[in-house]
């Protein structure tokens, strides 16, 4: 609002008034915050995009939102620059977010000390080191031959076996149990136990009580084996977090609350993977294209690694240490919660030309899907691997592969954080 203010004049001047208005005062109006909308966790269909988030996506850059539990509400950035800026600006921090409750899709919320989740520099270096050796490209190399021959003979039993088939029954969900197993070094007696407790927390359906009861065992089991280990010589990851606890480098509380979110990351390879293989099997171009260019099947793979909507709403949240203004001028106040969207940022038209459509020679491709800054998925040269070797392998050794049921049949997984089919059946 603009004031204009003269001099004043009276009845009694005989003279008019001289003096010349002064300089406008401008008053400043407080930013005005965007409305809160609740995203609730859609059980959505197929591959379908979130309309909640491309609702959002439409109505500005950072927008803000309330999720189905936790406390009040969060900025949630979709822009690629600022889902860069905020997983990369240490004056946004994931350790404060252990200390107060925040909007969130988890019914449960109980960090665990080591987890490098929730972990800001420099403890998240610290935190990290004991498991570098584990997931480094030559470690994967090293595992490529034991994960192809864990494949190959999952593929026996199918092949032995006949036309129709579900794969993420007999192939999708055991092959990276198997190998994040025998990456992290769990018993194959206790494998199917632990697999159990890693579904149960990722799913939304069974409340605080039934994911607590599913933390319990896991966390329990994890205490156990690392504690096991402590003089062992193997390159597992329990092993290798054991002779860090005995060493001195970690607690074990931290050993526990690093392990856990590896274990429980083999569950998203199944799911990621089997919706790529939806859409090979639903889309004959895109399968065209993965069988006549086997050689260039990686750019193919990155371009479903942007596109597929892999998780539901987001992941966790960050606290704002202090005033910082984004892109397009907001400004987010210290203390407030901010969440990031990678499904956005993947399809932001300014990195992402026709972000919508998958686009098998999209080049360059910089996609998100495994994250950003010091909390880019420690696991991913990992999930590489599983993902290249899948899908190869069930493309070369199941010639004519498709669907054995119309696309709208196939059954999808709901009240769940991460996306994906319940059943993939095929015929050959």
């Not at 935190?127 to 999952?154: C, N, S, W, Y």
């Not at 001028?329 to 399809?347: C, E, F, H, K, Q």
Request: hydrophobic share 40%.
């Amino acid at each position: 609002m603009t004031t204009e203010i003269t001099a004043p004049t009276t009845t009694e001047t005989a003279e008019p008034a001289t003096t010349e208005p002064l300089a406008p005062v401008h008053e400043t109006a407080p930013p005005v915050e965007p409305p809160v909308r609740d995203w609730p966790a859609l059980d959505l269909e197929g591959t379908d995009f979130d309309p909640v988030l491309a609702s959002l996506m439409t109505e500005a850059p950072v927008t803000r939102i309330r999720l189905p539990f936790g406390e009040g509400w969060a900025w949630l950035a979709t822009r690629y620059e600022d889902v860069r800026t905020v997983t990369n600006d240490p004056r946004f921090s994931r350790a404060e977010v252990t200390r107060r409750q925040v909007t969130r899709l988890a019914p449960h919320f109980k960090p665990r000390p080591g987890s490098l989740a929730w972990a800001d520099q420099p403890d998240h270096n610290r935190l990290r080191k004991p498991l570098a050796g584990a997931f480094t490209v030559g470690a994967m190399k090293r595992l490529r031959p034991r994960a192809q021959h864990i494949l190959d003979e999952l593929v026996d039993g199918v092949l032995r076996d006949g036309p129709p088939a579900d794969l993420v029954q007999r192939v999708l969900e055991p092959f990276p149990i198997t190998v994040v197993s025998e990456v992290m070094g769990v018993p194959a007696a206790d494998r199917e136990r632990v697999h159990a407790w890693t579904r149960q927390i990722i799913s939304t359906s069974g409340g605080v009580e039934g994911a607590d009861r599913a933390k319990q065992g896991l966390y329990g089991w994890i205490t156990e084996a690392v504690r096991a280990r402590g003089d062992g010589s193997g390159d597992d990851v329990y092993t290798l977090l054991g002779r860090a606890v005995a060493g001195g480098e970690i607690g074990l509380e931290e050993a526990v609350g690093l392990a856990g979110p590896l274990q429980i990351g083999g569950e998203a390879v199944t799911h990621n993977c089997g919706q790529m293989l939806f859409l090979m099997l639903t889309r004959p171009e895109l399968m065209a294209r993965m069988r006549d260019r086997p050689v260039e099947r990686g750019p193919v793979l990155d371009e479903l690694l942007r596109w597929i909507p892999h998780r539901s709403t987001v992941g966790l949240a960050r606290i704002a240490l202090e005033d910082v203004e984004l892109s397009d001028g907001t400004r987010i106040a210290a203390g407030d919660p901010v969440y990031v969207s990678y499904l956005a940022a993947n399809r932001d038209p300014a990195v992402f030309p026709d972000p919508d459509r998958i686009l098998p020679d999209r080049e360059p491709n910089p996609h998100l899907a495994f994250g950003n800054g010091s909390h880019y998925c420690t696991g991913a040269v990992l999930a590489r691997l599983q993902t290249e070797l899948l899908v190869d392998t069930l493309l070369d050794r199941l010639p004519g592969l498709r669907l054995a049921a119309p696309a709208g049949e196939v059954e999808w997984r709901r009240k769940t954080m991460i996306r994906g089919p319940v059943t993939l059946p095929v015929t050959w």
